[in-house]
């Protein structure tokens, strides 16, 4: 009896390191994701909705926002961390409608 005891002792342990060690890989992948479409050639009717913001943020708020221009000649890419919900470089409109979507979707 005493070892059995000894056993689920040992085995409840072994199940809170591994819970402990889940909770803190997840705290750290990603939760929400928000896109985010727009022409940015409005009104010259050229383009359409090809160009996209995306923010890949944890449930600390910290992450990334991609953002795409197309353009018929190239397409440009940027990345620009984020951390708390806020980057150090300046974002677009269509960045922060982007962080923002996927904060709100934390909450």
């Not at 943020?57 to 984020?82: M, T």
Request: charged fraction near 25%; glycine fraction near 10%.
């Amino acid at each position: 009896m005493n070892n059995s005891i000894e056993g689920l002792e040992k085995f409840k342990n072994e199940i809170e390191t591994y819970l402990g060690t889940v909770e803190k890989r997840l705290k750290k992948s990603t939760q929400a994701v928000y896109t985010v479409r727009f022409n940015p050639f409005k009104g010259t009717g050229s383009g359409g909705n090809q160009s996209f913001a995306t923010a890949f943020l944890n449930e600390n708020s910290d992450g990334v926002v991609v953002s795409s221009l197309y353009a018929r000649e190239r397409v440009s890419i940027f990345s620009k961390p984020i951390k708390g919900g806020i980057s150090e470089y300046e974002l677009s409109e269509e960045e922060k409608e982007a962080v923002d979507g996927a904060m709100k979707s934390l909450a």
